[in-house]
């Protein structure tokens, strides 16, 4: 049975011509990630079992995903009721098929409840539509998702008043206990879909809720009436039609192609995956409506070019292809001591015009800034959280929690040690001040230059500033004292700070100073250093060889890993040679465990592995699987920044 879901109506809001392609097993989805995860990640089900608490005595309606016409009709017998709370409720009508999260009846009056755990602050007047009165384009799918509900309960019950609301995090509110966010845990005795058993009976024992509804009636009947419009010319009821008919036969939607949309499409295939027999549903579209060849999906394009924000606007003249840009396509701009986003744009296209590989270096500009630099060097890496629900009392949701770091100290004469490091995995434990202590404990010792890369570290210790300033921790203007030293402070903070040792950002020095053609326009630390690695010989020699020989330490890595492996000449990243989670054991043994994680080779999963930490009831044996894998994960990190470090004093 092909019906138009929730899932399936939003992902023809993204691009009617993916709902050709998502169900088929032989074309790539580079999305089929776990939804479970991502939400776990984010306290997404906590959210959820929170706002049923808020309307109690609810009833479930329980089924499995496939049996649409079971929980529809369980829900239609339950509206038979004058008053009645159902969670999940399933409405079947005319090919169309919908659960709502809460849905409340008095009478013929229902309340159709959409709960996210997207956090907002109820004064924020503007934050569904805008100043302007047109709608806020990150608000837009969820609020067109709630229409199409409304619209699906209203084809069954003509008559019937709907008020539509969201409910979600409000970030203007304080918990006043502690332990929120372990109330509700992942057990193996859950007994609802998403597996969380909840530890309280009732809304009370939760203190004031952190959540809060928003009424969105008006917005819907907005939709409804098409003042809002998703796609120019397509009414809402004529994208339910067209998405129904088109994912109903199957047949391709022949919806014109966007950058935006084909840019960031999910059914693209790499060279690999097509000689393993995949398809690609980017490459069909483009051969249907550009009748591109072979030989064009070959030629360097303008998808990946970096922050190209005039990119809509080529792609609208039909303009697909590096090899017709010119400099003044782009408004190239160049200024000394620096690359400016055009001139590396532009590197980025002439390099491919080429076929060039080679690197570009301002070496009188890197070595000016390298100059600066004050040993030992101190490379640092945080991995952090921000839960829905807070840790701990006065806390407020999605507070920054830092759970990791890592640390490397680069030697003047070449050493490199794995000095410290640091995690936090026990549920329920606020880390954040045991973290800075530690990072102080590793920091203090010297007045050595401390590296992070891109801004994030500094955006935390912000957080963790502001966190201590609201506490009552004893050392608090001791620590307070150390975050000032190391960091700057953000532009709208009312008190102002640079600190003696502000960090130094090798994210920014690298967009400055230096661009390698194999990242694609990449300045992700994913990218930069296995293409750093595809080019320097200096990093090809002395990582190959085993760490015991190369004036290296680590703390989790034996004495004869090896970190650089070519796999028939070509380097392999050294992010997907990490262990797997689970390494030795057998399948009878992972069967058992709850994480269903197999490896932590980026942050996402480091996000999500922490989440199975803290919300998870999962053995001490695997709960010591995660925290190693973590560990090697977060000490690649550094150890990646060092490399970086010596591939840029390679090349001055």
């Known amino acids: ?87 999940e409720a399933a409405f079947l009508v005319d090919g169309l098929f919908i659960r709502v999260d809460i849905l409340v009846k008095k009478g013929i009056k229902l309340q159709l409840i959409e709960v996210k755990s997207k956090s907002f602050t109820p004064e924020n007047e503007f934050l569904l ?166 030989n064009d999906f070959l030629k360097p394009n303008i998808f990946d070019i970096y922050d190209f924000r005039k990119g809509s606007k080529l792609f609208d003249d039909g303009i697909y292809f590096k090899s017709e840009l010119t400099e003044d396509h782009i408004g190239l701009e160049k200024e000394p001591g620096k690359l400016t986003t055009s001139h590396r744009q532009w590197l980025q296209i002439e390099k491919d015009q080429n076929n060039d590989s080679s690197i570009y270096v301002d070496r009188d500009g890197l070595k ?20 829905a629900l807070p840790f701990t009392k006065d806390l407020k949701p999605y507070e920054q929690i830092a759970f990791q770091f890592s640390h490397h100290i680069y030697h003047k004469e070449g050493s490199i040690i794995h000095a410290n490091e640091y995690i936090n995995n026990k549920a329920g434990v606020f880390p954040n001040f045991e973290f800075i202590r530690a990072l102080k404990a590793a920091l203090e010792n010297d007045k050595g230059s401390i590296f992070r890369y891109s801004n994030h570290e500094n955006t935390i210790l912000n957080a963790i500033y502001i966190q201590l300033l609201n506490s009552d921790e004893p050392d608090k203007e001791t620590l307070i004292k150390f975050i000032h030293s190391i960091s700057h402070s953000k532009k709208e903070s009312s008190i102002q700070w640079k600190g003696e040792r502000d960090m130094l950002d090798l994210w920014d020095i690298e967009k400055k100073y230096y661009y390698n053609p194999l990242t694609k326009g990449s300045n992700s630390l994913k990218s930069v250093l296995p293409s750093a690695l595809a080019k320097s010989e200096f990093l090809q020699k002395k990582y190959s060889k085993p760490i015991n020989q190369i004036n290296l330490t680590s703390k989790n890595f034996p004495e004869d890993h090896i970190w650089l492996i070519l796999d028939e000449g070509a380097v392999r990243d050294p992010y997907k040679i990490l262990p797997s989670v689970f390494e030795g054991w057998t399948e009878d043994q992972i069967e058992t465990t709850l994480s269903d994680i197999e490896d932590i080779s980026n942050g996402g999963a480091a996000l999500i592995a922490y989440g199975k930490l803290q919300y998870t009831d999962m053995t001490q044996n695997e709960i010591d699987e995660l925290t190693n894998s973590l560990l090697k994960y977060c000490e690649l990190d550094t150890l990646a920044m060092v490399m970086l470090y010596e591939h840029f004093k390679e090349l001055v």
């Open 368 to 387: 000016e800034e390298m100059d600066k630099f004050v040993f030992p060097l101190h490379f640092i890496d945080f991995e952090t959280s921000a839960s």
């Open 1 to 87: 049975m092909r019906l138009l879901t929730k899932s399936k109506f939003k992902l023809g809001l993204e691009c009617p011509n993916k709902l050709y392609y998502i169900r088929k097993k032989d074309f790539v989805n580079t999305k089929k990630e776990d939804f479970f995860l991502e939400a776990l990640a984010q306290g997404g089900f906590q959210v959820e079992e929170l706002a049923r608490m808020h309307y109690p005595n609810g009833i479930l309606i329980e089924s499995n995903p496939w049996e649409y016409e079971t929980a529809c009709n369980q829900t239609q017998k339950l509206l038979k009721q004058e008053n009645v709370v159902i969670y």
């Open 129 to 294: 539509i805008g100043k302007k009165g047109d709608m806020v384009a990150g608000w837009k799918p969820f609020l067109f998702d709630v229409a199409f509900q409304k619209y699906v309960i209203q084809q069954s019950f003509p008559s019937w008043e709907i008020k539509s609301f969201l409910m979600m995090v409000d970030k203007s509110k304080k918990t006043n206990i502690n332990g929120l966010n372990q109330l509700f845990r992942i057990t193996k005795k859950g007994v609802n879909r998403t597996g969380i058993e909840k530890r309280i009976q009732s809304l009370e024992e939760t203190g004031d809720s952190v959540l809060s509804k928003k009424d969105i009636t008006q917005i819907i009947s907005d939709i409804e009436s098409n003042k809002h419009l998703y796609y120019p010319d397509l009414s809402f009821q004529e994208a339910i039609l067209l998405f129904k008919n088109i994912y109903e036969k199957d047949e391709y939607a022949n919806w014109p192609t966007s950058y935006s949309s084909c840019k960031k499409c999910e059914f693209k295939c790499n060279s690999l995956e097509e000689e393993q027999g995949l398809k690609s549903g980017f490459k069909e579209c483009f051969q249907k409506q550009h009748d591109w060849k072979e």
